[in-house]
Nanobody
């Protein structure tokens, strides 16, 4: 089992920067991809950014050029740095990790609120 603990988030103004982090605890040896999703108010959860164990990244078009995902494998932690924040970035941000143990399994963090005021 893997447990995810997120931190960061909060209330910021448009144009500001913000970083959120997510640390994995428990049996983390099989963790592969780590990712960030978000769920804006009244909308479905959407992918923000992913990073594989080899360091390959992928970003949603809406955050390309403004977001950077990174990970510290020694700390089992994934980070998301967001710059030039917009009100439409307001959402609950969720960490997701995938592990492979003969099959893929995913885990979710509890979510952290990011609110961008105009």
């Amino acid at each position: 089992q893997v447990q995810l603990v997120e931190s960061g988030g909060g209330l910021v103004q448009a144009g500001d920067s913000l970083s959120v982090s997510c640390q994995a605890f428990g049996d983390t040896v099989c963790i592969s991809a780590m990712a960030w999703y978000r769920q804006p108010p009244g909308k479905e959860r959407e992918l923000v950014a992913t990073m594989t164990s080899s360091g390959s990244t992928n970003y949603a078009d809406s955050v390309k050029g403004r977001a950077t995902i990174s990970r510290d494998n020694a700390k089992n932690t994934v980070y998301l740095q967001m710059n030039s924040l917009k009100p439409e970035d307001t959402a609950v941000y969720y960490c997701n990790v995938k592990e492979y143990r003969g099959g893929w399994r995913g885990y979710w963090g509890q979510g952290t609120q990011v609110t961008v005021s105009s």
